[in-house]
């Protein structure tokens, strides 16, 4: 008889049935030892009828023999009155006088007597299931992990179902910023973590590389702030802003705060890279290269995953838990939520090399035509340029139109000192081009599933509030399911979780909606309404305090609140009708101040629509705001 335990075992829990590790014949019947027993025992009682030379041979299989022994080992001990040790030993050796079986026979009941009582009183393997089959190791050189999942094909039902050794809490999918950073976050809550990432190579972006210093504090609330060292990564402390030649500088307000909170800009890979690297050290964190196909359903839960692995294995993994993070272009979201993803615009990226912006540390927008420009260091000795072409449709890059465009139409906006290298990078032809995404959050509540990151919620990357907002959300999703232990009642973790959306509101929403709203009052237009609202927003934030504070305290995530956001706005259109009226009002110029204040209210309230009314100012009026965890 063999038992067999799994490999690194936790010490507690029910212990797993014996199973022989081959079938035995045993040649006796176990009713034999109660006859002879019997017989024996007491001299004074008539011998029994029956004898063992009366039966005929049995063969039983070890599981019949184990659970018969049991019951044989009870009857002889019940029915042994206390006696001496010499007796025992004298009854001993007439068994084996009368037949050599009976004496193996007797071990073998007290051996299964005392192996079942320690069964019945240990508790181990609660989630054990018995192999059916062949077991399909799926292995991660990458990361050698604890948490061990295989996948068994069932001979029976020819489906891939899964084996929890040490089990999974929860399926990342995508190791992004959002995934990669949840993942290091969840596991150190004690959560068993297993990622699927479509690529783990260095990702090569044009976006997602500036930090603003709300975005940093949750890196450092998350414990992630050393993943924007070792990378040249450079600090952020505000922004410039040019037009028609006019420049001013907005700072962040970070006196409240510790000296080494600011901005940061580096290249996307490398700090998704340490981020990575970060949540695999962890010993409860699976990262493993795969492409998940579809999320496994079952009665309108989500139970897992299936996904082809990079060596093109078609494999499920199943957890109570599966957050979707695969970013802006995601193909599961549709089964998740109500995608209404739009693209106003595209990005054309350059990298313009040894050369110095006006202002050191600083991002840069120049307020052009037809749309913004942008740049920010990346490295010590890179600056990344971004340039907003709106609509869909791109120049060709392949024909040197767009080489063409760069240099006649942009090149002559672009500040002095920055004109020669920006050529520059255009000769040299490494030009990139980025869709422009915005959706907003609109969930649908499933059982299972949860939606993250730019697969969940986007705005124009014009501010850089994208992984602001998702490392945001991060934090109020890891406070929300602390106090949870069990993840195994979908019904009420969706029900839970509802308040993850409400939670998340004030920072995602007040950058959300910064992020369209400036968009387009950046954005040049005929329109001489919109003309003047975009000059009243340049001469506003060159108003310095509060006029410049406000908004860039807004726009960098250290004061989320949307009303103050509101206020600043209308602000900004009520400077623009006053200079319209002063000294003397005329009828153009009221009914222009009319049009701007129509104007602003058609930017504004339709992002604010989107984003919901109820919960950016009201979020204490939905119930979800005040749930508690499911009782355990």
């Known amino acids: ?42 001299n004074n009682q008539p011998h029994l009828s029956t004898s063992f030379h009366n039966h005929k041979p049995t063969t039983t299989t070890a599981t019949e023999k184990l659970s018969k022994s049991s019951s044989t080992s009870n009857s002889c001990i019940s029915s042994s009155p206390s006696g001496s040790f010499s007796l025992i030993r004298t009854k001993m050796v007439a068994m084996v006088a009368v037949d050599p079986y009976v004496l193996w026979t007797f071990f073998a009941s007290l051996l299964g007597f005392v192996t079942l009582s320690v069964l019945r009183r240990r508790n181990y393997g609660n989630g054990m299931a018995k192999d059916r089959g062949k077991v399909q190791k799926n292995k991660n050189n990458t990361n050698k992990s604890l948490v061990s999942e295989q996948c068994v094909k069932s001979s029976d039902e020819g489906e891939f179902r899964p084996v929890y050794l040490s089990g999974t809490d929860v399926i990342i999918v995508g190791a992004g910023v959002a995934g990669a950073a949840l993942a290091h976050t969840l596991a150190k809550e004690g959560r068993r973590v297993h990622v699927i990432e479509r690529d783990l190579t260095e990702p090569d972006r044009i976006v997602g590389e500036l930090l603003q210093p709300g975005g940093y504090l949750k890196l450092i609330e998350l414990g992630l702030e050393d993943c924007v060292e070792e990378i040249d990564a450079q600090r952020v402390h505000g922004y410039a802003l040019f037009k028609d030649g006019k420049n001013t500088r907005l700072t962040y307000p970070l006196e409240q705060f510790h000296s080494d909170v600011a901005g940061r800009s580096f290249h996307n890979g490398r700090f998704i890279q340490r981020m990575r690297e970060k949540a695999s050290k962890l010993t409860n964190v699976q990262l493993e290269q795969g492409t998940v196909t579809s999320l496994l359903e079952e009665n309108g839960t989500i139970k897992g995953v299936q996904y082809k692995t990079k060596d093109g294995q078609e494999l499920k993994a199943y957890a109570p838990l599966t957050i979707v993070c695969d970013g802006c272009f995601s193909n599961l979201r549709r089964s998740l939520c109500k995608p209404q993803v739009e693209v106003p ?61 760069l240099k006649t139409v942009v090149a002559p906006q672009v ?172 009828p153009k110029r009221i009914w222009i101040g009319v049009r701007l204040i129509l104007s602003a209210s058609g930017i504004i309230i339709p992002i604010i629509k989107a984003e919901g009314v109820r919960q950016m100012f009201f979020p204490a009026t939905i119930p979800a705001y005040h749930g508690a965890p499911p009782v355990e």
């Open 1 to 42: 008889m063999s038992l067999h335990f799994p490999k690194n075992a936790p010490t507690k829990g029910p212990m797993p049935t014996a199973i022989p590790s081959s079938p035995t014949t045993f040649r006796f019947k176990s009713s034999n030892i109660v006859t002879f027993l019997l017989h024996n025992h007491n």
């Open 345 to 405: 615009s595209c990005f054309v990226g350059l990298i313009l090399e040894n050369c110095e912006l006006p202002f050191a540390n600083h991002g840069h927008v120049i307020l052009g035509d037809p749309s913004p420009i942008l740049f920010y260091p990346i490295s010590s000795t890179e600056v990344r340029c971004l340039v907003d072409v709106p609509g869909q449709k791109l120049p060709p890059i392949a024909n040197g139109e767009m080489a063409n465009y």
């Open 415 to 586: 500040p002095p000192e920055l004109h020669d290298a920006f050529i520059s990078a255009v000769d040299k032809g490494n030009i990139r081009t980025m869709p422009n995404r915005s959706m907003p959050a609109n969930p649908q509540p499933t059982p299972g599933a949860l939606l993250m990151g730019d697969a969940f919620n986007m705005r124009h990357p014009l501010t850089g509030g994208g992984m602001t907002v998702a490392l945001s959300d991060i934090v109020v999703l890891r406070d929300l399911l602390k106090p949870l232990r069990d993840l195994h009642d979908p019904a009420s973790l969706c029900k839970y979780l509802e308040s993850f959306y409400t939670l998340r509101k004030p920072v995602a929403s007040t950058i959300n909606t910064l992020a369209g709203a400036l968009y387009k009052v950046f954005s040049a237009s005929p329109d001489e309404a919109r003309k003047v609202m975009r000059q009243a927003c340049f001469d506003y934030l060159s108003l310095g305090g509060t006029c410049s504070t406000g908004p860039v305290a807004l726009l960098s995530g250290l004061n989320p609140h949307p009303l103050s956001l509101v206020l600043h706005f209308f602000g900004v259109a009520v400077y623009g009708v006053g200079r319209l009226l002063l000294p003397f009002p005329s």
